[in-house]
């Protein structure tokens, strides 16, 4: 038996549910938000949450667009960020060194991407 198919029989049908309800919750948010698109070469889109201070950013990379979470990010931040002329610029020597990220899984279809 592998570790993965163990680990979630270990699990109860409640811990179960709560991990499923917390992954269809997060990739909902993602589906569903509004995201503001910007003219960049570098920067796909932008989206945030201002109650969780939670920034969204799609980027170009290699033909195909990954989306980051940033987290704990002011809004004076996210002001100055949409407000700079070069938002690759802003995104480079800023947010990606001062705010904590994880990649999210992006939607793309029907196909899951990590």
Excluded: C
């Amino acid at each position: 038996m592998n570790w993965y198919k163990k680990a979630t029989l270990e699990l109860s049908r409640e811990e179960r549910d709560k991990i499923n309800d917390d992954f269809i919750k997060e990739l909902s948010e993602e589906y569903l938000k509004v995201w503001t698109p910007i003219d960049s070469s570098f920067i796909h889109g932008v989206s945030y949450n201002e109650s969780t201070k939670i920034l969204r950013v799609k980027i170009r990379s290699q033909g195909t667009i990954k989306t980051y979470k940033f987290i704990n990010v002011p809004k004076n931040i996210y002001d100055n960020f949409m407000a700079a002329p070069s938002k690759g610029n802003f995104f480079n020597n800023i947010i990606k060194r001062r705010f904590d990220n994880t990649r999210v899984a992006d939607y793309n279809g029907s196909v899951l991407r990590y």
